[in-house]
């Protein structure tokens, strides 16, 4: 197994080059678009150029315009989410080989990034069987992932800032589990998503209705913590598009396979197609554009 460093990321807030050591894999990392005041010219382009040759390989599966970009690049193996559900599944073993001597993996925080992270680590082999089926469930919300997904999951939500975290998952899933003590931190993390679960439920019962077909909730006076997923899936029982409002900042999900793609509805450059931050003041245009009547859909403006 390869020596490297790790560092996590999203693809909003990348890490500086110059702190990263020598070649480098970026793995989950989606192009930043405009969606979170940010884009790929401002983030993601200076993050590839500064880096030069000492990117040897980004994989990822999210959506970007900027894909097109590099199509005769070998070092990017990029799809969108319809192809590849989650990232694990598109890293083999020959585009391990292909990059060669690697010293620092950029991993993306949630259970598909840090999935990659591992299989990479491991040659392009799996870190448990179903481990790459798992993290399509997980990413995409359909089926249900395996027992040990769900364990680190839900640590993963209970946690999503800590570095430490992700560092032990990566560990674990990289040797093959086979250290059983590294489970007891990542199920106390897991245990501290109960008081978050159910904060998202009591925010749930305040959802509002908007023709035609989405459900609207305000999270951004609570009694405390909440897992932003959860309240989201629980709108998206009731209605095809669910939206949740948190401060400046407004998230809007819908089913994998419901066909909606907010990026095309919204005209942003990239991301999810079905799960979609913007910032507030751009509501009442996102809602008109699912359909919503302008007066309806200014009295949340």
């Not at 150029?49 to 599966?61: I, K, P, Q, T």
């Not at 192809?83 to 694990?88: N, Q, R, T, Y």
């Not at 069987?129 to 249900?144: K, M, S």
């Amino acid at each position: 197994m390869q020596s490297v460093e790790l560092s996590f990321a999203s693809p909003r807030k990348l890490p500086k080059p110059k702190d990263l050591r020598g070649n480098v894999v970026v793995l989950d990392i989606a192009f930043a678009s405009e969606a979170g005041g940010k884009s790929f010219e401002t983030v993601t382009l200076p993050f590839i150029e500064a880096l030069g040759s000492r990117l040897r390989a980004w994989v990822d599966h999210h959506d970007s315009l900027h894909h097109a970009r590099y199509a005769e690049d070998a070092r990017f193996v990029l799809s969108t989410k319809a192809e590849h559900g989650a990232c694990p599944e598109m890293i083999t073993p020959e585009i391990v080989a292909r990059a060669g001597r690697i010293d620092t993996l950029v991993c993306h925080v949630d259970f598909d990034g840090l999935a990659s992270g591992a299989k990479w680590l491991r040659g392009g082999e799996e870190p448990y069987p179903g481990c790459d089926a798992d993290a399509r469930a997980i990413d995409t919300r359909i089926g249900t992932p395996g027992p040990i997904a769900q364990r680190i999951d839900r640590a993963l939500r209970a946690r999503p800032r800590d570095h430490a975290l992700f560092g032990l998952i990566v560990r674990h899933l990289s040797t093959g589990l086979t250290d059983a003590s590294l489970w007891q931190p990542i199920d106390a993390a897991g245990a501290e998503l109960a008081p978050l679960e159910a904060e998202s439920r009591r925010l749930a019962k305040s959802f509002a209705r908007i023709e035609p077909g989405i459900v609207i909730v305000d999270a951004t006076t609570r009694k405390g913590p909440y897992d932003k997923t959860l309240l989201l899936l629980v709108g998206q029982e009731r209605a095809s598009v669910s939206a949740v409002i948190d401060g400046d900042n407004v998230t809007f999900a819908a089913a994998f396979d419901s066909g909606i793609n907010f990026l095309e509805k919204f005209g942003i450059s990239g991301g999810m197609p079905t799960v979609v931050s913007i910032h507030r003041s751009k509501l009442a245009s996102a809602l008109e554009s699912l359909g919503v009547k302008p007066t309806e859909a200014s009295r949340f403006s």
